[in-house]
Nanobody, 114 residues
Framework: VQLQASGGGLVQAGGSLRLSCASS????????MSWYRQAPGNQRELVAS???????NYADAMEGRFAISRDITKNTMYLQMNSLKPEDTAVYYC?????????WGQGTEVTVSS
């Protein structure tokens, strides 16, 4: 599985961005897809995940501001990020858990200015 993340950039606090993660395989066959992020000096942390049945899960800090979704016809997962804060600045990675293997995308950088 190859994952290509895109959509990062520089945005002012309070703004929005939508990240995309394109998969090289049918995402309906992937057990769980997730977004993680890693800020400088910090460990990588879970942002949100979506299962192959559409069940979503969010980290507490993102609940209500971020929305994870997927388009099976495009084999793409999305992360809509609203009301962005400077502390959301990080490199965002997409992740695919097929049960047997875990795959990572290359990351897309998000910078939120105050």
């Amino acid at each position: 599985v190859q994952l290509q993340a895109s959509g990062g950039g520089l945005v002012q606090a309070g703004g929005s961005l939508r990240l995309s993660c394109a998969s090289s395989v049918n995402i309906a066959r992937i057990n769980v897809m997730s977004w993680y992020r890693q800020a400088p000096g910090n460990q990588r942390e879970l942002v949100a995940s979506i299962t192959n049945t559409g069940t979503t899960n969010y980290a507490d800090a993102m609940e209500g501001r971020f929305a994870i979704s997927r388009d099976i016809t495009k084999n793409t997962m999305y992360l809509q990020m609203n009301s962005l804060k400077p502390e959301d600045t990080a490199v965002y990675y997409c992740n695919a858990d097929t049960v047997l293997y875990i795959f990572w995308g290359q990351g897309t950088e998000v910078t939120v200015s105050s």
